[in-house]
């Protein structure tokens, strides 16, 4: 098994964002903490971390926290 060492960190993220995400966490019984390792694990192999029923489960909470962002926008600033 791998050895994983986690350290505490700080993260900016957009408000809307970051109700999506744990919202989405709780959806998964999960951290948001281990959401966001797990997007970045899935990301970094170009694989993507979400089913068909989870990305529904994220377009209702994006609808619910008005959520209008783009991967375009995460360039523009």
Request: cysteine-free.
């Given at each position: 098994?791998?050895?994983?060492?986690?350290?505490?960190?700080?993260?900016?993220?957009?408000?809307?964002?970051?109700?999506?995400?744990?919202?989405l966490?709780?959806?998964?019984?999960?951290?948001?903490?281990?959401?966001?390792?797990?997007?970045?694990?899935?990301?970094?192999?170009?694989?993507?971390?979400?089913?068909?029923?989870t990305?529904?489960?994220?377009?209702?909470?994006?609808s619910?926290y008005?959520?209008?962002?783009?991967?375009?926008?995460?360039?523009?600033?």
């Amino acid at each position: 098994m791998t050895k994983i060492e986690r350290i505490q960190t700080g993260l900016r993220l957009e408000k809307r964002l970051l109700k999506v995400l744990k919202g989405l966490a709780e959806h998964l019984d999960i951290s948001t903490a281990e959401l966001i390792e797990a997007m970045a694990l899935h990301a970094f192999e170009g694989k993507t971390p979400f089913s068909e029923d989870t990305r529904a489960k994220i377009d209702m909470l994006k609808s619910v926290y008005g959520l209008n962002l783009t991967a375009a926008d995460s360039h523009g600033t």
